[in-house]
């Protein structure tokens, strides 16, 4: 399978507790980004890198939140501290800059539920 | 926060019924994208229509979008029950070939019955 994955595909922990999500894009894809969906709502942009430089944070990622990526292949993103509002889908996504495509394809998620 | 609004936010209809579902956004875009959730699963990229065309066809799919009122329409014909799912409609405000971060709206929850 060539597709974006996500490991793990669910995860459930204690507040306070840190957790790390990793995400392996589709081959040779230079973007890779990061989604939070919570239920009932379309995913919000956290961040995104090229290669391994990190672009652009949204203000959701609060300093509790750090993502990585790098070797410009796999990214994982650490939640510290995690509170019961850390709860969502975390989607990751992945694309390839200088074609005419800008399709974003996507992994299944993780789901983080924080007790 | 949520670039735009689905309309409608729920549809049922019955199998072989056409679904025609409305997005609207606020920002000039690149590129608006929409894309299929099944329930508790990851999205699944339908089609992409660039701010310069007005209408896109793919299968059963048929997406419009009038820039001038900042809204998209997706239309699925002949719907099938595996076509339940929820629809998202996502703007990319970035540039040609530098695809940038997907603002996503609300989404429609599509029913689909027997």
């Known amino acids: 399978d060539t597709g974006v994955s996500q490991d793990p595909r669910h995860k459930i922990t204690k507040r306070g507790q840190n957790v790390t999500f990793r995400c392996d894009p589709i081959s040779e894809h230079n973007r890779l980004y990061w989604y939070r969906q919570t239920l009932g709502q379309g995913p919000e942009f956290l961040t995104y890198?090229?290669?391994?430089?990190?672009?652009?944070k949204s203000r959701l990622l609060s300093d509790r939140f750090s993502a990585e990526r790098p070797k410009g292949s796999f990214s994982t993103l650490e939640i510290q501290r995690t509170e019961q509002g850390d709860s969502a889908m975390y989607l990751c996504?992945?694309?390839?800059?200088?074609?005419?495509?800008?399709?974003?394809?996507f992994g299944p998620g993780t789901r983080l539920t924080v007790l | 926060s949520q670039q735009g609004e689905e309309d409608p936010q729920a549809l049922s209809i019955q199998e072989g019924e056409n679904a025609t579902m409305n997005c609207s956004y606020k920002t000039s875009i690149n590129n608006l994208q929409w894309y299929r959730q099944n329930s508790g699963r990851g999205l699944v990229h339908l089609i992409l229509?660039?701010?310069?065309?007005r209408e896109k066809h793919s299968g059963r799919l048929r997406v419009t979008l009038d820039t001038s009122k900042k809204s998209s329409s997706l239309l699925i014909t002949a719907s099938r029950a595996a076509d339940t799912a929820s629809y998202f409609c996502a703007t990319d405000a970035g540039d040609t070939g530098t695809a940038s971060k997907l603002t996503f709206g609300t989404g429609t929850r599509l029913q689909v019955t027997l």
């Open positions: 996504a992945s694309s390839l800059t200088g074609t005419s495509s800008d399709t974003q394809y």
């Open positions: 890198f090229q290669n391994e430089a990190q672009l652009e």
């Open positions: 229509i660039r701010s310069n065309e």
